[in-house]
């Protein structure tokens, strides 16, 4: 079992920054791939990024390329999205996963946080 808790999200105005981070329970961290999704009201959870398990992959959407970046410590047990050049569109709650493959499919994971919220303003 994993346990996921997401933190940095907020209220920030368009062409802000934010960091999320996703901090995991157990001893395993390094043996998950780990993803970053959102969903918005009313729509789909939506792929945002990846990275491999030991952080030398990385994977992103097309609607965050060159904006947002994945990146992993391992010692802390912790993922994180830097989110760059906010846009409206990026309002959403963001939930990180850890799964045993990386994927751009929400069904490749196993485990999920709770979510945090971020809220862009135009």
């Known amino acids: 079992q994993v346990q996921l808790v997401e933190s940095g999200g907020g209220l920030v105005q368009a062409g802000g920054s934010l960091r999320l981070s996703c901090a995991a329970s157990?001893?395993?961290?390094?043996?998950?791939?780990m993803g970053w999704f959102r969903q918005a009201p009313g729509k789909e959870r939506e792929f945002v990024a990846a990275?491999?398990?030991?952080?030398?992959?990385?994977y992103y959407g097309d609607s965050v390329k060159g904006r947002f970046t994945i990146s992993r410590d391992n010692a802390k047990d912790t993922v994180y999205l830097q989110m760059n050049s906010l846009e409206p569109e990026d309002t959403a709650a963001y939930y990180c996963?850890?799964?045993?493959?990386?994927?751009?499919?929400?069904?490749?994971?196993?485990?999920w946080g709770q979510g945090t919220q971020v809220t862009v303003s135009s």
């Open positions: 990275i491999s398990r030991s952080g030398g992959s990385t």
């Open positions: 157990g001893r395993t961290f390094s043996t998950y791939s």
């Open positions: 996963a850890a799964g045993r493959v990386t994927s751009y499919s929400a069904r490749g994971y196993d485990y």
